[in-house]
Protein backbone atom coordinates (compact mmCIF):
# COMPACT_ATOMS: atom_id res chain seq x y z
CA UNK A 1 0.00 0.00 0.00
CA UNK A 2 1.24 3.56 -0.58
CA UNK A 3 -0.44 6.49 1.12
CA UNK A 4 -2.13 7.96 -2.05
CA UNK A 5 -6.05 9.21 -2.73
CA UNK A 6 -6.69 7.66 -5.91
CA UNK A 7 -9.28 10.16 -7.87
CA UNK A 8 -13.07 8.29 -7.53
CA UNK A 9 -12.28 7.47 -4.04
CA UNK A 10 -15.13 6.86 -1.26
CA UNK A 11 -14.34 9.51 1.62
CA UNK A 12 -16.61 10.08 4.72
CA UNK A 13 -16.25 13.66 5.08
CA UNK A 14 -16.38 13.77 9.45
CA UNK A 15 -17.58 17.20 9.93
CA UNK A 16 -20.99 17.87 10.87
CA UNK A 17 -20.76 21.78 10.28
CA UNK A 18 -22.23 22.17 7.05
CA UNK A 19 -19.92 25.47 5.69
CA UNK A 20 -16.82 23.09 6.27
CA UNK A 21 -18.59 20.34 4.66
CA UNK A 22 -19.76 22.95 1.63
CA UNK A 23 -16.03 24.38 1.74
CA UNK A 24 -14.25 21.08 1.48
CA UNK A 25 -16.44 19.97 -1.30
CA UNK A 26 -15.89 22.82 -3.00
CA UNK A 27 -11.98 22.36 -2.49
CA UNK A 28 -11.74 18.83 -3.34
CA UNK A 29 -12.86 19.76 -7.13
CA UNK A 30 -15.13 16.53 -7.33
CA UNK A 31 -12.23 14.79 -7.77
CA UNK A 32 -13.72 12.11 -4.65
CA UNK A 33 -17.29 10.63 -4.06
CA UNK A 34 -18.16 12.17 -0.65
CA UNK A 35 -19.98 10.87 1.72
CA UNK A 36 -21.12 12.92 4.86
CA UNK A 37 -21.21 11.71 8.38
CA UNK A 38 -24.27 12.80 9.34
CA UNK A 39 -25.65 10.83 5.62
CA UNK A 40 -24.05 7.61 7.33
CA UNK A 41 -25.54 8.17 10.93
CA UNK A 42 -22.20 8.58 12.40
CA UNK A 43 -21.56 9.65 16.47
CA UNK A 44 -18.84 13.12 15.93
CA UNK A 45 -16.75 12.24 18.99
CA UNK A 46 -15.87 14.59 21.94
CA UNK A 47 -13.01 16.93 20.79
CA UNK A 48 -10.73 16.23 23.56
CA UNK A 49 -7.32 16.75 22.17
CA UNK A 50 -5.62 20.01 23.09
CA UNK A 51 -4.36 20.88 19.07
CA UNK A 52 -5.87 21.06 16.09
CA UNK A 53 -4.40 18.31 14.29
CA UNK A 54 -5.26 16.23 17.35
CA UNK A 55 -8.32 16.82 17.19
CA UNK A 56 -8.79 16.85 13.14
CA UNK A 57 -6.89 13.24 13.50
CA UNK A 58 -9.60 11.91 16.47
CA UNK A 59 -12.15 12.63 14.24
CA UNK A 60 -11.15 11.28 10.91
CA UNK A 61 -9.93 7.87 13.07
CA UNK A 62 -13.49 7.58 14.37
CA UNK A 63 -15.02 8.37 11.24
CA UNK A 64 -13.02 5.78 9.46
CA UNK A 65 -13.22 3.10 12.33
CA UNK A 66 -17.38 3.66 12.41
CA UNK A 67 -17.76 3.95 8.77
CA UNK A 68 -15.20 1.03 7.24
CA UNK A 69 -13.77 4.27 4.42
CA UNK A 70 -11.09 6.44 4.66
CA UNK A 71 -12.45 9.44 6.26
CA UNK A 72 -11.33 13.08 5.97
CA UNK A 73 -11.97 15.58 9.18
CA UNK A 74 -11.08 19.14 9.26
CA UNK A 75 -10.62 20.97 12.96
CA UNK A 76 -9.88 24.75 12.96
CA UNK A 77 -10.16 27.89 14.48
CA UNK A 78 -10.08 31.84 14.95
CA UNK A 79 -6.69 32.27 17.50
CA UNK A 80 -6.23 36.10 18.58
CA UNK A 81 -2.54 37.12 19.21
CA UNK A 82 -3.67 39.66 22.44
CA UNK A 83 -5.77 36.51 23.56
CA UNK A 84 -2.86 34.50 23.99
CA UNK A 85 -4.30 32.28 20.90
CA UNK A 86 -7.75 31.92 22.08
CA UNK A 87 -10.01 31.11 21.48
CA UNK A 88 -8.36 28.90 19.46
CA UNK A 89 -9.21 25.15 19.57
CA UNK A 90 -12.40 26.36 21.59
CA UNK A 91 -13.69 28.55 18.28
CA UNK A 92 -16.53 26.48 17.69
CA UNK A 93 -17.72 26.02 21.53
CA UNK A 94 -17.53 29.78 22.39
CA UNK A 95 -20.27 29.62 20.02
CA UNK A 96 -22.21 27.51 22.53
CA UNK A 97 -24.65 24.73 21.56
CA UNK A 98 -26.42 26.90 19.26
CA UNK A 99 -23.64 27.81 17.02
CA UNK A 100 -24.34 31.09 18.04
CA UNK A 101 -21.59 32.96 16.35
CA UNK A 102 -22.60 36.47 16.30
CA UNK A 103 -22.57 36.11 20.37
CA UNK A 104 -19.03 34.37 19.64
CA UNK A 105 -17.89 37.26 17.50
CA UNK A 106 -19.00 39.90 20.41
CA UNK A 107 -16.93 37.59 23.56
CA UNK A 108 -13.94 38.39 21.59
CA UNK A 109 -14.49 41.92 21.01
CA UNK A 110 -15.10 42.13 24.73
CA UNK A 111 -11.89 39.94 25.52
CA UNK A 112 -10.31 42.42 23.81
CA UNK A 113 -11.85 45.19 25.18
CA UNK A 114 -11.18 44.09 29.16
CA UNK A 115 -7.55 43.28 27.81
CA UNK A 116 -7.26 46.87 26.22
CA UNK A 117 -5.59 45.51 23.37
CA UNK A 118 -3.97 47.59 20.24
CA UNK A 119 -3.13 44.82 18.53
CA UNK A 120 -5.78 42.95 16.70
CA UNK A 121 -3.58 40.65 14.58
CA UNK A 122 -5.26 37.17 14.78
CA UNK A 123 -5.20 33.78 12.89
CA UNK A 124 -7.34 31.11 11.04
CA UNK A 125 -5.59 27.61 11.60
CA UNK A 126 -7.17 24.40 9.71
CA UNK A 127 -5.93 21.11 10.61
CA UNK A 128 -7.34 18.30 8.07
CA UNK A 129 -6.63 14.50 8.66
CA UNK A 130 -7.74 11.36 6.97
CA UNK A 131 -7.43 8.28 8.24
CA UNK A 132 -7.61 4.64 6.49
CA UNK A 133 -9.78 2.02 8.63
CA UNK A 134 -7.18 0.24 11.16
CA UNK A 135 -4.61 1.93 9.10
CA UNK A 136 -2.67 4.97 9.26
CA UNK A 137 -3.77 9.00 9.27
CA UNK A 138 -1.85 11.73 7.77
CA UNK A 139 -2.59 15.69 9.14
CA UNK A 140 -1.83 18.58 7.45
CA UNK A 141 -2.39 22.34 8.96
CA UNK A 142 -2.78 25.31 6.95
CA UNK A 143 -2.86 28.99 8.44
CA UNK A 144 -3.91 32.70 7.55
CA UNK A 145 -2.67 35.75 9.30
CA UNK A 146 -4.78 38.53 9.42
CA UNK A 147 -6.68 41.85 11.25
CA UNK A 148 -9.68 41.65 13.47
CA UNK A 149 -12.42 44.08 12.78
CA UNK A 150 -15.47 45.24 14.61
CA UNK A 151 -18.53 45.25 13.94
CA UNK A 152 -18.72 42.33 11.86
CA UNK A 153 -19.43 42.44 8.14
CA UNK A 154 -20.56 40.67 5.20
CA UNK A 155 -22.80 37.56 5.15
CA UNK A 156 -21.04 35.51 3.19
CA UNK A 157 -18.47 32.47 4.71
CA UNK A 158 -19.51 31.04 8.40
CA UNK A 159 -18.21 31.62 11.78
CA UNK A 160 -16.15 34.45 12.85
CA UNK A 161 -15.32 34.97 9.25
CA UNK A 162 -17.49 38.47 8.90
CA UNK A 163 -14.27 40.19 11.61
CA UNK A 164 -11.21 38.48 10.00
CA UNK A 165 -9.49 40.71 7.42
CA UNK A 166 -6.63 38.22 5.96
CA UNK A 167 -3.51 40.08 5.20
CA UNK A 168 -3.14 41.61 1.55
CA UNK A 169 -7.03 42.30 1.26
CA UNK A 170 -9.44 45.27 2.39
CA UNK A 171 -12.67 43.14 3.13
CA UNK A 172 -13.53 40.50 5.65
CA UNK A 173 -14.03 36.44 4.72
CA UNK A 174 -17.42 37.29 4.99
CA UNK A 175 -17.63 39.57 2.49
CA UNK A 176 -15.08 38.11 -0.36
CA UNK A 177 -17.12 35.34 -2.81
CA UNK A 178 -16.70 31.69 -1.33
CA UNK A 179 -14.61 30.86 -4.49
CA UNK A 180 -11.88 34.01 -3.79
CA UNK A 181 -11.90 32.74 -0.01
CA UNK A 182 -11.38 29.11 -1.00
CA UNK A 183 -8.20 30.36 -3.36
CA UNK A 184 -6.44 31.90 -0.28
CA UNK A 185 -7.83 30.39 2.96
CA UNK A 186 -6.37 28.32 5.94
CA UNK A 187 -8.32 25.37 4.53
CA UNK A 188 -6.97 25.98 1.01
CA UNK A 189 -3.57 26.04 2.63
CA UNK A 190 -4.02 23.04 4.34
CA UNK A 191 -5.79 21.34 1.55
CA UNK A 192 -2.34 22.50 -0.97
CA UNK A 193 -0.19 20.15 1.88
CA UNK A 194 -3.02 17.55 1.65
CA UNK A 195 -2.85 17.18 -2.48
CA UNK A 196 1.08 17.44 -2.41
CA UNK A 197 1.29 14.52 0.35
CA UNK A 198 -1.21 12.14 -0.97
CA UNK A 199 -2.58 13.04 -4.66
CA UNK B 1 6.64 15.54 -2.86
CA UNK B 2 5.50 11.98 -2.06
CA UNK B 3 4.99 10.87 1.40
CA UNK B 4 8.15 8.24 1.39
CA UNK B 5 10.79 8.10 4.08
CA UNK B 6 13.66 7.51 1.20
CA UNK B 7 16.83 4.66 3.02
CA UNK B 8 19.46 7.05 4.17
CA UNK B 9 17.20 9.55 5.24
CA UNK B 10 18.38 11.82 8.59
CA UNK B 11 15.65 10.81 11.55
CA UNK B 12 15.74 12.87 14.45
CA UNK B 13 14.30 10.26 17.18
CA UNK B 14 11.84 12.39 19.41
CA UNK B 15 12.56 9.89 22.62
CA UNK B 16 14.47 10.74 25.50
CA UNK B 17 13.34 7.01 27.16
CA UNK B 18 16.43 4.89 25.89
CA UNK B 19 14.91 1.65 26.06
CA UNK B 20 12.39 2.82 23.57
CA UNK B 21 15.35 4.72 21.26
CA UNK B 22 17.13 1.41 21.65
CA UNK B 23 14.04 -0.90 20.17
CA UNK B 24 13.70 1.56 17.42
CA UNK B 25 16.74 1.61 16.85
CA UNK B 26 16.47 -2.27 15.94
CA UNK B 27 13.47 -1.81 14.39
CA UNK B 28 14.89 0.40 11.91
CA UNK B 29 17.18 -2.07 10.30
CA UNK B 30 19.87 0.42 10.03
CA UNK B 31 17.71 1.88 7.11
CA UNK B 32 17.76 5.69 8.00
CA UNK B 33 21.00 7.81 9.71
CA UNK B 34 19.53 8.39 13.36
CA UNK B 35 19.63 11.10 15.45
CA UNK B 36 18.75 11.56 19.14
CA UNK B 37 16.23 13.98 20.27
CA UNK B 38 18.80 14.28 23.27
CA UNK B 39 21.96 14.85 21.52
CA UNK B 40 20.59 17.68 19.41
CA UNK B 41 19.44 19.06 22.83
CA UNK B 42 15.78 19.60 21.88
CA UNK B 43 13.05 19.63 24.71
CA UNK B 44 10.68 17.28 25.38
CA UNK B 45 7.03 18.94 25.04
CA UNK B 46 4.63 17.75 27.36
CA UNK B 47 1.91 15.12 26.76
CA UNK B 48 -1.07 17.21 26.84
CA UNK B 49 -3.40 15.33 24.26
CA UNK B 50 -5.62 12.41 25.06
CA UNK B 51 -4.62 9.41 22.89
CA UNK B 52 -1.58 7.65 21.85
CA UNK B 53 -1.57 8.59 18.49
CA UNK B 54 -2.25 12.65 19.67
CA UNK B 55 0.92 12.28 21.76
CA UNK B 56 3.17 10.48 19.40
CA UNK B 57 2.08 13.56 16.94
CA UNK B 58 2.72 16.31 19.23
CA UNK B 59 6.34 14.86 19.91
CA UNK B 60 7.47 14.21 16.52
CA UNK B 61 5.98 17.72 14.88
CA UNK B 62 7.56 19.14 17.73
CA UNK B 63 11.19 17.75 17.02
CA UNK B 64 10.67 18.15 13.34
CA UNK B 65 10.05 22.02 14.03
CA UNK B 66 12.94 22.81 16.33
CA UNK B 67 15.66 20.81 14.39
CA UNK B 68 14.39 21.36 10.79
CA UNK B 69 14.88 17.26 10.49
CA UNK B 70 11.98 14.83 9.33
CA UNK B 71 11.06 13.10 13.15
CA UNK B 72 10.19 9.98 14.37
CA UNK B 73 8.01 9.59 17.80
CA UNK B 74 6.79 7.00 19.86
CA UNK B 75 3.96 7.05 22.60
CA UNK B 76 2.96 4.10 23.98
CA UNK B 77 1.64 1.91 27.18
CA UNK B 78 -0.09 -0.49 29.09
CA UNK B 79 -3.59 -0.61 29.50
CA UNK B 80 -5.69 -3.08 31.54
CA UNK B 81 -9.30 -4.07 30.89
CA UNK B 82 -10.06 -4.48 34.20
CA UNK B 83 -9.10 -1.31 34.97
CA UNK B 84 -11.06 0.94 32.35
CA UNK B 85 -7.97 1.05 30.51
CA UNK B 86 -5.35 2.44 32.57
CA UNK B 87 -2.78 3.61 32.85
CA UNK B 88 -3.27 3.98 29.13
CA UNK B 89 -1.59 7.36 28.46
CA UNK B 90 -0.21 7.68 31.74
CA UNK B 91 2.03 4.84 31.72
CA UNK B 92 5.11 6.67 32.51
CA UNK B 93 3.64 8.86 34.82
CA UNK B 94 2.50 5.65 36.83
CA UNK B 95 6.49 5.25 37.29
CA UNK B 96 7.07 8.79 38.32
CA UNK B 97 9.81 11.46 37.69
CA UNK B 98 12.11 8.60 38.62
CA UNK B 99 10.68 6.62 36.23
CA UNK B 100 10.49 3.70 38.58
CA UNK B 101 8.41 0.91 36.85
CA UNK B 102 9.09 -1.28 39.82
CA UNK B 103 6.54 0.66 41.47
CA UNK B 104 4.29 1.40 38.86
CA UNK B 105 3.92 -2.18 38.41
CA UNK B 106 3.15 -2.68 41.61
CA UNK B 107 0.28 0.21 41.80
CA UNK B 108 -1.30 -1.83 38.53
CA UNK B 109 -1.02 -4.84 41.30
CA UNK B 110 -2.99 -2.82 43.74
CA UNK B 111 -5.46 -1.51 41.74
CA UNK B 112 -6.40 -5.02 40.64
CA UNK B 113 -6.40 -6.02 44.32
CA UNK B 114 -8.74 -3.24 45.02
CA UNK B 115 -11.02 -3.73 42.13
CA UNK B 116 -10.95 -7.34 43.04
CA UNK B 117 -10.74 -8.20 39.12
CA UNK B 118 -10.76 -11.51 38.30
CA UNK B 119 -9.83 -10.20 34.62
CA UNK B 120 -6.34 -9.60 34.25
CA UNK B 121 -6.40 -9.38 30.28
CA UNK B 122 -4.17 -5.95 29.27
CA UNK B 123 -2.67 -4.29 25.77
CA UNK B 124 0.44 -2.77 24.94
CA UNK B 125 -0.45 0.35 22.50
CA UNK B 126 2.54 1.61 20.57
CA UNK B 127 1.75 4.76 18.18
CA UNK B 128 4.44 5.71 16.05
CA UNK B 129 4.49 9.08 14.14
CA UNK B 130 6.65 10.93 11.18
CA UNK B 131 6.57 14.35 11.19
CA UNK B 132 8.28 16.61 8.45
CA UNK B 133 9.56 20.27 9.13
CA UNK B 134 5.72 22.52 8.52
CA UNK B 135 4.73 19.42 6.76
CA UNK B 136 2.20 16.76 7.06
CA UNK B 137 2.68 14.14 10.32
CA UNK B 138 1.77 10.40 9.70
CA UNK B 139 0.49 7.93 12.57
CA UNK B 140 0.02 4.32 13.07
CA UNK B 141 -1.10 2.26 16.03
CA UNK B 142 -0.27 -1.25 16.75
CA UNK B 143 -1.50 -3.04 19.66
CA UNK B 144 -0.46 -6.69 21.51
CA UNK B 145 -2.81 -8.51 23.48
CA UNK B 146 -1.83 -10.44 26.61
CA UNK B 147 -2.00 -10.99 30.70
CA UNK B 148 -0.90 -9.55 33.28
CA UNK B 149 0.68 -11.92 36.06
CA UNK B 150 2.19 -10.80 39.44
CA UNK B 151 5.06 -10.44 40.83
CA UNK B 152 7.07 -9.29 37.67
CA UNK B 153 9.45 -11.98 36.01
CA UNK B 154 12.37 -10.93 33.68
CA UNK B 155 15.39 -8.48 33.28
CA UNK B 156 14.97 -7.69 29.84
CA UNK B 157 12.54 -5.40 28.13
CA UNK B 158 11.73 -2.28 30.21
CA UNK B 159 9.06 -0.62 31.33
CA UNK B 160 5.95 -3.15 32.31
CA UNK B 161 7.37 -5.36 30.34
CA UNK B 162 8.19 -8.04 33.42
CA UNK B 163 4.25 -8.31 34.02
CA UNK B 164 3.04 -8.86 30.95
CA UNK B 165 2.51 -12.27 29.21
CA UNK B 166 1.87 -11.71 25.26
CA UNK B 167 -0.74 -14.32 23.27
CA UNK B 168 0.81 -17.39 22.46
CA UNK B 169 3.56 -17.25 24.69
CA UNK B 170 4.13 -18.53 28.33
CA UNK B 171 6.75 -16.04 29.53
CA UNK B 172 6.99 -12.17 29.61
CA UNK B 173 8.32 -9.47 27.44
CA UNK B 174 10.94 -9.15 30.47
CA UNK B 175 11.68 -12.73 30.13
CA UNK B 176 11.97 -13.43 26.20
CA UNK B 177 14.86 -12.07 24.24
CA UNK B 178 14.94 -8.44 22.62
CA UNK B 179 15.22 -9.58 19.49
CA UNK B 180 12.34 -11.99 19.86
CA UNK B 181 10.07 -9.05 21.26
CA UNK B 182 11.00 -7.02 18.18
CA UNK B 183 9.15 -9.58 16.31
CA UNK B 184 5.89 -9.38 17.83
CA UNK B 185 5.39 -6.33 19.88
CA UNK B 186 3.02 -4.01 19.63
CA UNK B 187 6.31 -1.52 18.18
CA UNK B 188 6.86 -3.88 15.80
CA UNK B 189 2.90 -4.18 14.55
CA UNK B 190 3.17 -0.09 14.25
CA UNK B 191 6.51 -0.06 12.68
CA UNK B 192 5.46 -3.06 10.19
CA UNK B 193 2.21 -0.37 9.01
CA UNK B 194 4.63 2.70 9.34
CA UNK B 195 6.61 0.64 6.66
CA UNK B 196 3.79 -0.12 4.69
CA UNK B 197 2.72 3.36 4.30
CA UNK B 198 5.98 5.44 4.31
CA UNK B 199 8.97 3.05 3.15
Not at 10 to 22: F, P, S, W
Not at 106 to 116: D, F, G, N, P
Amino acid sequence: MALKLEPGTRLVVATHNAGKARELAEILENRFELVTAGSLGLHEPDETETTFVGNALLKARAAAEASGLIALADDSGLSVVALDGAPGIYSARWAGPGRNFTEAMKKVEARLEEARAQDFSAWFTSALAVAWPSGPGVVVEGRIDGTLTFPPRGEKGFGYDPIFIPEGLDRTFGEIEPLQKDGISHRARAFAKLKAALF
